[in-house]
């Protein structure tokens, strides 16, 4: 099991609502990821990060915005949800050395918006 | 732009039979190529990584292959079980990020 965390696990929300969606990771990994999962479809990658104060955004064009303040923490922010939003979001992070290639992913966020 | 298609319908297996899915890629040559598995409502896990200079890799049951040249990854589990049914998906390489691509479901009939 890896040890990465993501709060909640599943969100009903209204339109409008500024909600902030939370993954952490006790692996001391650097580089992690925001991937946007929508059923029987690709994972498309929203945001990633190389280490502190680092953000980048991703393939898939995005209305959130992540920060990186410490290394374990990534965190996701839609200011405005929207129920275009509706979807699995799913944060990873990946390590140094041998398994540097490999992504540990966490359980997901189901995020519904109404 | 890169492309990764992976067998778009479910593939049914009998139990204990081998198992065989297929990875196949356009428009670039990534210097790994990954596999994870995923079940219903879980993120993935990885399962194996080849890279472009090995042909094959094993990892108990598993075996992937890895052709640059078809541009094609195989993945093979053999002696299949009910319990390896799950969503497989094959991950590229590119500008150190990865790509993945779409899935195969399958499912493993006792």
């Known amino acids: 099991e890896a040890d990465i965390y993501q709060t909640p696990r599943y969100l009903v929300i209204g339109t409008g609502k500024k909600i902030t969606l939370e993954c952490s990771q006790t692996m001391g990994h650097d580089k992690m990821y925001w991937y946007q999962q929508d059923p029987g479809m690709e994972l498309h990658l929203i945001h990633y990060?190389?280490?502190?104060?680092?953000?980048e955004k991703g393939d898939l064009s995005s209305e959130s915005t992540v920060s990186r303040i410490r290394t374990e923490h990534f965190p996701l922010t839609l200011e405005s949800a929207r129920p275009s939003h509706t979807s699995q979001y799913l944060c990873a992070s990946s390590g140094r050395g041998a398994m540097v290639f490999e992504q540990f992913f966490g359980p997901g966020t189901r995020l519904t918006v109404l | 732009s890169q492309k990764i298609e992976q067998n778009s319908e479910a593939l049914n297996i009998q139990e204990g039979k081998t198992a065989t899915l297929t990875c196949n890629y356009t428009n670039y040559s990534p210097a790994y190529l990954q596999w994870y598995r995923q079940d219903p409502g879980r993120g993935p896990v990885f399962l194996l990584l080849?890279?472009?200079?090995?042909k094959e890799k094993r990892k108990e049951r598993l075996k992937v292959t890895f052709d640059t040249t078809l541009k094609q990854s195989l993945f093979h589990i053999t002696a299949s079980q009910p319990a390896d049914s799950a969503t497989y998906l094959c991950?590229?390489?590119?500008?150190?990020?990865?790509?993945f691509g779409k899935g195969t479901r399958l499912h493993i009939l006792p």
């Open positions: 990060s190389y280490g502190v104060n680092s953000t």
């Open positions: 080849i890279r472009e200079n090995e």
């Open positions: 991950a590229l390489e590119r500008d150190d990020k990865i790509i």
